[in-house]
Each structure stands twice: as structure tokens, then as C-alpha cells.
């Protein structure tokens, strides 16, 4: 069983649409998750980052963590064609090991 | 400005020819890191550094080498290289693992 699972897609949804991207994980001892935007021929960049359950949000964009469940997920409201990217989760923070996980990335794109 | 720069950007090369991709960082982080992205398997990490001298094996280090001598570089090395090792490489530093990574702007390696 993979550590990190995420939906490679890709998902293409109209401007303005709500986007959900999520990632599952297998170890409930993960503390930290993140999520990083990737454009097209570029390094990934941090967007959002949490160590709790619950929402953290961030203008148009919202990570939730869900410990119980071992699922996060992020929210793009207001979705523009600008948000068009890969988005990876990663998570890591297990005491001891100097390791974080990435998910295998969903390819987003949005129609103008 | 702050950055993480990487040398060559592209390159091919041919099996068993030794190659080294230089990685250097001016924010003076002290973790640094390689990854390897390749198409379904996203991003998985070779080696990382946490400081000058102090250097581990990620999840996949068969077949590279790395080096930290200065606190700013941290190069790369296939001594042999293998078509499998053709791939999307990043460097990425950090003030700490579970801090924002902020990664290069990545080297596409083909070995033929």
C-alpha cells in the first residue's frame, strides 16, 4: 500500500467552478500536510501548509485535514484558468524520520 | 534574489558515461534534497542532506551519489548512469524538512 494515494486525473472543470483535489495516506503518525502547485516546466511551490484537523484557509483556496479518516483534501473556489497547474500533496513530520511523502500529483486544468 | 538554481538544465547522455547536476542555494538553508519525478509515480526523494557533511538516503538511492561540502551546494552524481534513471530531477533546500521546500527549476535527464 502506497503511502501518499492521490487522483493523477487529469480533471478539467469551467472557470468559476468549485475544484476538489484529495489525497488519502496510510500512516496516522504523519503530523504535517501540504500542498504544492507545480506549472508547467517549473519546481513545485508551496500553497498551503496545516499540522492540525480542520480547515486552514487562504483567499480562494482552503486545505482540510481529516486525522480520523487519514484524507486531506483542497478546495479552489472561484477556479480561474490561472489555477491550471499539477497540485501534490505531501505530508511528513513522523518523529524520527526526516522524510516527507509526496503524492503522485493531479493535473488541473480550467476552461476559460 | 532568493533561489535555488540547477546545472544543466537539460541534458542527454549516454549509459555508463559519469555526470554530476550541480544544485546550489543562497538562502542559506541548511536542509537540502534531490527528488526524482517521473509520469504516475510523482515525486519521490533520492538523497537529503540536513547540513554540511550530514547526508542520507531518501526512498530511491540506488545508483546516485551526493556530496555536501559547502552549506549552498549539494551536487548530484550518477557514476553510471542507466536508461531507468532517465527522468525530471529537482533540488529543493529548506530551513528544516517540515518547513517550505523551495525547489529548483529542475533538470531533465535522458540517459540513452
Known amino acids: 500500500q502506497k503511502e501518499v494515494e492521490q487522483d493523477p486525473g487529469p480533471l478539467s472543470v469551467p472557470e468559476g467552478a468549485i475544484v476538489s483535489l484529495n489525497c488519502t495516506y496510510s500512516?496516522?503518525?504523519?503530523?504535517?500536510f501540504m500542498w504544492y502547485r507545480q506549472y508547467s516546466r517549473k519546481g513545485p511551490e508551496l500553497l498551503m501548509y496545516t499540522y492540525s484537523s480542520g480547515n486552514k484557509e487562504d483567499g480562494r483556496f482552503t486545505a482540510q485535514v481529516d486525522k480520523s479518516s487519514k484524507y486531506i483534501s483542497l478546495f479552489i473556489r472561484d477556479s480561474q484558468p490561472s489555477d491550471s497547474a499539477t497540485y501534490l500533496c505531501?505530508?511528513?513530520?513522523?518523529?524520527?524520520?526526516?522524510?516527507?511523502?509526496f503524492g503522485q500529483g493531479t493535473r488541473l486544468t480550467i476552461n476559460p | 534574489e532568493a533561489q535555488v538554481t540547477q546545472n544543466p538544465r537539460y541534458l542527454i547522455t549516454v549509459t555508463g558515461k559519469k555526470l554530476t547536476v550541480t544544485c546550489s542555494q543562497n538562502?542559506?538553508?541548511?536542509?537540502m534534497s534531490w527528488y526524482r519525478q517521473d509520469p504516475g509515480l510523482g515525486l519521490r526523494q533520492i538523497y537529503y542532506?540536513?547540513?554540511?557533511?550530514?547526508?542520507d538516503k531518501g526512498d530511491v538511492p540506488e545508483g546516485y551519489k551526493v556530496s555536501r561540502k559547502e552549506k549552498r551546494n549539494f551536487p548530484l552524481i550518477l557514476e553510471s548512469p542507466s536508461p531507468n534513471q532517465t527522468s525530471l530531477y529537482f533540488c529543493?533546500?529548506?530551513?528544516?524538512?517540515?518547513?517550505?521546500?523551495?525547489f529548483g527549476p529542475g533538470t531533465r535527464l535522458t540517459v540513452t
Open positions: 505531501a505530508i511528513g513530520g513522523i518523529q524520527g524520520a526526516q522524510k516527507l511523502v
Open positions: 500512516n496516522s503518525a504523519f503530523q504535517y
Open positions: 542532506s540536513m547540513n554540511v557533511e550530514v547526508t
Open positions: 529543493a533546500s529548506s530551513s528544516g524538512l517540515l518547513y517550505e521546500q523551495y
Open positions: 538562502m542559506n538553508h541548511e536542509y
